[in-house]
C-alpha cells in the first residue's frame, strides 16, 4: 500500500505509513473513494479494492505452497504510479566479472564474503544518486533512475553512480590484492528512454515496480558489450550527457535484438561541464533579451556593496527562466575590480554536506584535482598566513572539512554540533575579512537542492554582511524558502518569462530563417510560454531529428506533424509533477486528457470526486502554479499555466487510460450539454477519436 504523503510503499493492512506516519487509505480503483486499510471492498461503490489476495480453490492441493502468485494490475482501473505510466528513464544494468570462476574455485560461503560487499557498495552507489533498484541477482544489479520518481537529470545520475561503482571497486579490489585474492571488476551498461513502469503484486503484501520496453533491453545489451571495466552508453543517453562526461566513441555495433548496428560510448570520466548554463556556452549562448529592469537592480546593489553597504540579491523563478544566464551576464558586466567566489548546489547533493562549500573553498584557495593532500594542505596554510595571522585557528577545522588532516584528527573527539558551528565560523570569518582587502561577490546557485549544513553557512552570512563590502548573489526556485526577507540590506527578484516582444527578439536570434518560419516560431513561443530553456531545447531538438537544417541561414528540411517535447524540457516538468501526493498528480494526469482549457463541471463528471475533495485538490494545484482559474461566465474554468504540462501530463498516462478517460470525458460533455450538442462537436469529435468508442467517432467527425 503506497502513501500518498511520501509515497512509501508499505507492507498492505498497515494502518500507518512506517517512513513519515501519515494514514494509509486504500483508494478504490473504480470511484477513487478512499477506504479504510482493512478494508475488502469499496464504501461507496461495493468494488472489490485492489491488493485483495485471490483466495485458493476449494480443492486446491497447493495451500501451502511458497509460490506466490502474481498478479499485474490491470491498466485501465487507476492512473496511480504504481499501477502503471509511461516514463523516460535512464536503465543501467551492472554485473561483477568473474564472479562465476570465483564461486568455483571458493566455498560458497567464502565467495559470497567476497561478492556480498562489493554488491553492497553498487547498490549504495545507485542510492546515493536517488536510483531505484528493480532488481539484485548474485552478482549485478538492474536499477533505474528517472522513476518511480522523476528527475531532471536522470542520465548524469546514472553515470554518476557508475563512475561510483568504479572507483568503490577498484579500492575493494585492492584489499583483495592485498590479501593475495584476485581484484573484481564490474561491467556497466546504460540507455535512456521511454519505459511502461507498473507495479507487480506477488503476494504477501509485496510489490515490485518493474519497467517494461525497449530502453531496458538495449541497456542490459550495453552492459553485454562493455569491455570489463568499463561503461557503455547508447546514442540516446549519449546527447543527454555529452560534456558532462568524459566519452569514447566504440563505432557502431551489432546488438542482439535490434535489427540495425547501434553506435555506443565508452564513459571514461567526467567531463569539463557541470551545469546546463555551461552546456549552453558549449554550443554558443543565445542573445540575451528582456532582463534590463533585473540587470538595473543588481548593480546598484553592486554600489551599495562597494561602499561598504553589504548586500543579498535573490533571483526567484520557475527552471528554464534564465536565473544562471542573469547572473552569467552580470558578472561579464560587473566583476571588474571584485572577487568573485561562485558555486552551486546540484539536484543529488542534499544528502551530501557542505558540497558546495567544499567547491566554494577550493576555488578560494585555488585546489586542483591533481593537487595531493601535502600540496592542498600548503596552500590553504599559506593564503591564510598571507590572508590574516590571526585567522590561524581555523585551519583545522578547514583541513578536516576537506579531507586534507595529516595524522590523527584533533577534532574527531569533538561534540559534533561544536564542531560544525566552529567550522561555519571559521568560514565566515576568512569571507569577511577577504571583503576588507577587495569587494567580495559571492555567488550560491540552485538553492533549492542546498543541504542543511550550507544553508547554515547562508544564513550566518547573511546576518553578518551588513557592514562589509560583500554582494551575496543567490537564485532558486519558488518551492525553496529563507528567513532574509526582513533585512533592510535584502532585494528580491521574480524573473517572469519573457514577454511577447522580447520572446519574438530572441526567437529570431535562434532562428534566422526567412517568412516560411514565422508560423514555426509563433508556434513555438506559444507552447513554450516565453520561457527560455525550453525554447532553446525545442529548437535543438528540431536540428537534431533533422526537422530543420543551417546551410548559410536555417530552412525546413522536411515537413512537420508536430513539435515533441525534447527529454531534457520533459525531465524538468515531469520532475515538477512528481512531486505532487500521488492524488493530485493522479488528477492533473485527467486534466491534461480533457485540454488546456476545462471548466470545473467537466472534472467533477470525469473524475468522480467528491466536491470537497476535489475543491481541496483543485486548490493545491492552484497554489503549486500547475493550473490558472480564469474569468468565465457560468460555469468555473480553468487552465493549463503551461500547455507543456499539459502535454506531459497526457504523455505520461498508458495509451489504455488515455482512451478510457476520453470516452468519460464525450460521455460527460454529452450528457452536460445535452441541449447544445452542434456547439461542441469539435470536443465531441476530439474525446471520441481518441477513445475505443469508433462509432461515437464517426457520427461526431461527420457531422
Not at 545489451?221 to 560534456?243: F, Y
Not at 521574480?494 to 509563433?522: F, N, Q, V, Y
Not at 476530439?686 to 469508433?694: E, G, I, L, Q
Request: aromatic letters at 6%.
Amino acid at each position: 500500500m503506497r502513501c500518498t504523503n511520501c509515497g512509501t510503499e508499505n507492507v498492505a493492512g498497515k494502518k500507518f505509513c512506517s517512513q513519515c506516519g501519515s494514514g494509509l487509505a486504500s483508494r478504490c480503483p473504480k470511484c477513487a473513494s478512499e477506504n479504510a486499510p482493512a478494508a475488502r471492498f469499496c464504501g461507496d461503490c461495493g468494488a472489490a479494492l485492489a491488493g485483495i489476495a485471490e483466495p485458493p480453490a476449494a480443492n486446491s492441493s497447493q495451500t501451502g505452497s511458497t509460490v506466490s502468485k502474481i498478479r499485474v494490475t490491470p491498466e485501465g482501473l487507476d492512473a496511480t504510479a504504481l499501477e502503471g505510466e509511461r516514463k523516460t528513464v535512464t536503465a543501467l544494468f551492472a554485473d561483477i566479472k568473474g564472479s562465476t570462476e570465483l564461486e568455483q574455485d571458493l566455498d560458497p560461503e567464502e565467495a559470497r564474503a567476497i561478492v556480498d560487499p562489493a554488491l553492497k557498495l553498487m547498490i549504495d552507489a545507485v542510492h546515493r544518486y536517488d536510483g531505484y533498484i528493480v532488481q539484485s541477482t548474485g552478482d549485478g544489479i538492474f536499477a533505474l533512475f528517472g522513476a518511480p520518481v522523476a528527475h531532471e537529470d536522470h542520465p548524469q545520475r546514472a553515470l554518476y553512480a557508475a563512475l561510483r561503482m568504479q572507483e568503490e571497486l577498484r579500492r575493494c579490489s585492492d584489499k583483495l590484492l592485498a590479501d593475495g585474492r584476485a581484484p573484481l571488476e564490474i561491467r556497466v551498461g546504460a540507455n535512456t528512454g521511454e519505459v511502461v513502469v507498473r507495479s507487480i503484486s506477488t503476494g504477501g503484501g509485496h510489490v515490485e515496480y518493474t519497467p517494461i520496453g525497449h530502453t531496458t533491453n538495449l541497456a542490459s545489451r550495453m552492459q553485454t558489450v562493455a569491455p570489463t571495466g568499463s561503461i557503455a552508453i547508447t546514442e540516446h543517453t549519449r546527447r543527454l550527457v555529452e560534456g558532462y562526461f568524459a566519452l569514447k566513441p566504440r563505432g557502431p555495433t551489432r546488438v542482439k535484438g535490434v535489427s540495425e548496428a547501434v553506435n555506443v560510448y565508452e564513459v571514461t570520466g567526467l567531463g569539463p561541464l557541470r551545469t546546463r548554463l555551461q552546456r549552453s556556452a558549449g554550443r554558443g549562448l543565445t542573445k540575451f533579451v528582456g532582463r534590463e529592469r533585473e540587470m538595473e537592480a543588481m548593480k546598484a546593489a553592486a554600489e551599495r556593496s562597494k561602499s561598504g553597504r553589504g548586500q543579498i540579491v535573490a533571483t526567484m523563478a520557475e527552471a528554464g527562466t534564465g536565473k544562471s544566464r542573469l547572473f552569467f551576464e552580470f558578472k561579464a558586466v560587473s566583476q571588474s575590480g571584485w572577487m568573485v567566489l561562485e558555486t552551486f548546489s546540484v539536484s543529488h547533493g542534499k544528502s551530501s554536506a557542505y558540497l558546495p562549500v567544499i567547491d566554494l573553498l577550493h576555488t578560494y584557495f585555488r585546489i586542483a584535482g591533481e593537487d595531493d593532500q601535502r600540496v592542498r594542505r600548503e596552500k590553504v596554510a599559506g593564503r591564510l598566513s598571507i590572508l590574516d595571522p590571526s585567522l590561524e585557528d581555523t585551519r583545522p577545522y578547514l583541513f578536516s572539512l576537506l579531507g586534507i588532516v595529516e595524522g590523527d584528527d584533533p577534532l574527531a573527539q569533538m561534540d559534533g554540533q561544536v564542531r560544525k558551528r566552529r567550522t561555519l565560523d571559521a568560514i565566515k570569518r576568512i569571507i569577511l575579512r577577504e571583503s576588507l582587502n577587495q569587494p567580495l561577490m559571492v555567488i550560491f546557485e540552485d538553492l533549492h537542492w542546498i543541504d542543511e549544513q550550507t544553508q547554515e553557512l547562508l544564513n550566518l552570512l547573511a546576518d553578518s554582511i551588513g557592514t562589509a563590502k560583500l554582494l551575496l548573489l543567490v537564485n532558486y526556485r519558488p518551492e525553496y524558502s529563507h528567513q532574509w526577507g526582513s533585512k533592510t540590506y535584502y532585494t528580491q527578484l521574480r524573473l517572469d518569462p519573457l514577454g511577447k516582444e522580447s520572446a519574438e527578439e530572441m526567437m529570431s536570434a535562434l532562428l534566422d530563417g526567412g517568412k516560411d518560419l514565422i508560423p514555426l516560431k509563433r508556434m513555438i513561443i506559444e507552447r513554450t510560454e516565453g520561457t527560455p530553456f525550453f525554447m532553446e531545447e525545442i529548437v535543438q531538438s528540431l536540428f537534431d531529428d533533422g526537422v530543420l537544417m543551417r546551410n548559410g541561414t536555417v530552412k525546413l528540411a522536411r515537413s512537420m506533424n508536430a513539435v515533441k517535447v525534447p527529454a531534457t524540457v520533459q525531465g524538468v516538468l515531469a520532475a515538477h509533477i512528481d512531486r505532487l501526493p500521488a492524488e493530485e498528480k493522479e488528477l492533473l494526469q485527467t486534466l491534461g486528457v480533457l485540454g488546456r482549457e476545462f471548466p470545473l463541471g467537466l472534472v467533477r463528471s470525469v473524475t468522480l470526486k467528491a466536491d470537497d475533495n476535489l475543491n481541496r485538490m483543485l486548490g493545491d494545484l492552484q497554489l503549486a502554479e500547475f493550473i490558472y482559474e480564469q474569468p468565465a461566465v457560468g460555469d468555473t474554468e480553468y487552465t493549463f499555466k503551461h500547455a507543456l504540462t499539459q502535454e506531459v501530463s497526457y504523455n505520461s498516462l498508458l495509451i489504455e487510460r488515455r482512451k478510457l478517460l476520453h470516452e468519460r470525458a464525450g460521455q460527460a460533455l454529452e450528457s452536460m450539454f445535452a441541449e447544445q450538442l452542434e456547439d461542441h462537436l469539435d470536443e465531441l469529435a476530439h474525446h471520441y477519436s481518441r477513445s475505443d468508442n469508433v462509432d461515437k467517432a464517426v457520427e461526431y467527425l461527420g457531422r
